[in-house]
């Protein structure tokens, strides 16, 4: 109970003191700005957090070749095995996901074309750049424009936007 008339921050309806809930749309008084969004539009709310686990389980794809790679280069057989294994229970988890991704081609070019830019760049890195050499500043900056703009293509571009859609739509049906 907030002990004042309090006004609804979601529908902006005016409450009685003894009402920790709106009355109008079940907003709760205290409530974060994600409680609001999902009040004022459920759809959208549903649908932001649907693409945030999208995301979230292809990024990592984006990274697997990489690390691979530098455990493989480094002699970190256990760390290999340990990133191959979550690989594979990851893939296993999100296998509709992933069947979506492989079935759609712009998407599965993109999402190998992504990850064959992170294993050249470390393997450029690795055997090309001498450790003392400017050029690794280049290699780094090159990772830091990478993670973003691959993020950004492969997420927020027109194709990027419709494989998600398609995919929300499917699992949704
Ligand atoms: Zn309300």
């Known amino acids: 109970m907030s ?5 609804c921050q979601a529908c902006q ?3 009685e003191p003894n009402f920790d809930q709106c009355q109008f749309c079940g907003c709760p008084a205290n409530a974060g700005s994600e409680d609001i969004e999902k009040h004022i539009n459920p759809e959208g709310f549903k649908k932001k957090k649907a693409k945030e ?3 979230n ?3 990592v ?3 697997i070749p990489f690390f691979a790679a530098i455990y493989a280069v480094n002699g970190r057989h256990e760390s290999l095995v340990i990133l191959l294994g979550m690989a594979v229970v990851v893939t296993i988890n999100n296998i509709k996901l992933l069947t979506h991704i492989w079935n759609d081609r712009w998407a599965r070019n ?3 074309v992504i990850a064959s830019l992170f294993l050249a760049s ?3 890195r690795i055997f090309i750049i001498p450790n003392n050499s400017p050029l690794v500043w280049w290699s780094a900056l090159f990772y830091f424009l990478l993670a ?4 950004y293509y492969f997420f927020y571009s027109r194709n990027g936007k419709r494989v998600f859609n398609e995919y929300y739509s499917k699992a949704n049906k």
Not at 3 to 7: A, I, K, L, M, N
């Open 57 to 59: 389980s292809l990024f």
């Open 110 to 112: 993109s999402l190998i």
């Open 61 to 63: 794809y984006f990274f």
């Open 122 to 124: 470390i393997l450029v």
């Open 3 to 7: 002990g004042y008339r309090w006004t």
């Open 53 to 55: 686990q999208y995301s």
């Open 148 to 151: 973003p703009s691959s993020f």
């Open 13 to 15: 309806t005016g409450n």
